[in-house]
């Protein structure tokens, strides 16, 4: 009996120290595993869901009228989008599979839109841009676009602030052309824009992107009435508008004195007053060029793309579209040392990014019911 008491009590040890090293097993395992302390942000198909600050921006632009941009299409061509300046409410205007459309300009009161379009698979010639494809005339849905002129004949154009008149560059004169008739109202001398040439609010002046003063690639500021101009900047400067107050403009510009990746350095976003004075950043990131910078309505917001190649990605699909506040200029992007060394007090504000696009145009009229 004594040796059958003996074999329980072994028995009883053996399998108390079998659950034991069953149970440390298990916790060493569960430890192993342990969730970390610092959450990860969850994750939907658009990708990690934006900071605080980001989602704040989003929420007040959402119902901010509508951006348009031209973005590659089903078919896989440039087509013209709209969306609510937050990304929702995505619409094709155009969804053609034998066009390109691109440079969307809206009239003031958002009752008529302007774009080019062109041949799909044409290449774009950045010296030749301003006098490339069709210029096309639609409602600001996009609705009844009609041809306006032949290919080339007045492929870059804005609108004036009436919206009866159209301001269009040729590769012989910058000609104003009434819309109902189409006969040229007044023509003047080119001075070297090739590209990107806006009317400004208040009717007195035009913008463009012009080879000035035995320079290359300068953004500058034309007199309407007497064609006199007078350059905002002469170093790489291009994608020039308006702002609503008629008196600066906003544009992209390399500095000469950045440490540059490449032959010029990356391109941020700047605004002038219209004598070229008063020069100050609003956003730059290094490794991207900051391009088609244009203001919401109110100039409270301001909508441009970030690309990480020269020549705006028109080439292939675009490049992330960014809006941001212009109270939150000047704003700096990742590390960017070569520029928070020249800017030393920016403000780092929030950058809402959209999909990728080209040419953003911004209007507060309700227009994408359609």
């Not at 990107?196 to 007195?204: E, I, R, V, Y």
Request: proline share 7%.
């Amino acid at each position: 009996m004594g040796k059958t008491l003996l074999g329980i009590i072994l028995s009883v040890i053996v399998a108390a120290g079998v659950i034991f090293l069953f149970f440390m097993k298990r916790d060493v395992g569960m430890t192993s595993t342990a969730v970390p302390d610092t959450p990860i942000p969850p994750v939907t198909a658009a990708g990690p869901v934006p900071d605080a600050r980001t989602a704040e921006l989003a929420e007040e632009v959402r119902n901010k009228g509508w951006i348009a941009y031209c973005a590659r299409g089903e078919n896989g061509t440039w087509d013209l989008i709209v969306s609510r300046p937050d990304g929702s409410d995505k619409k094709n205007l155009t969804n053609t599979p034998d066009y390109e459309e691109a440079a969307p300009r809206f009239t003031i009161d958002g009752s008529k839109m302007l774009y080019r379009r062109m041949a799909k698979g044409a290449v774009i010639d950045h010296d030749l841009w301003g006098f490339q494809g069709e210029l096309m005339i639609a409602e600001g849905s996009g609705a009844n676009a009609i041809p306006f002129g032949g290919d080339g004949e007045f492929a870059w154009a804005s609108w004036s602030p009436d919206g009866r008149r159209i301001l269009c560059l040729t590769k012989k004169d910058i000609e104003i052309v009434d819309v109902a008739t189409k006969q040229v109202v007044r023509s003047l001398s080119r001075h070297g824009i090739y590209q990107q040439l806006f009317w400004s609010p208040d009717g007195l002046w035009f913008t463009g992107t012009a080879n000035h003063a035995g320079r290359q690639w300068c953004v500058v500021r034309m007199n309407a009435e007497t064609g006199e101009v007078n350059p905002i900047l002469t170093f790489q400067s291009c994608t020039p508008d308006w702002f609503p107050d008629s008196e600066h403009i906003i544009f992209s510009s390399r500095p000469a004195n950045q440490s540059p990746t490449n032959s010029y350095g990356w391109s941020q976003l700047y605004m002038a007053d219209g004598e070229g004075k008063n020069m100050e950043l609003i956003y730059g990131e290094d490794g991207y060029h900051i391009y088609g910078g244009a203001l919401s309505p109110d100039g409270q917001y301001v909508v441009f793309t970030k690309c990480p190649e020269d020549g705006g990605g028109s080439e292939k699909s675009g490049a992330p579209i960014g809006i941001m506040r212009l109270s939150d200029a000047p704003t700096i992007g990742g590390e960017s040392p070569d520029l928070r060394r020249a800017h030393p007090q920016t403000k780092d504000g929030p950058v809402l990014m959209l999909e990728a696009g080209w040419e953003p145009a911004w209007t507060f009229a309700e227009i994408g019911g359609n």
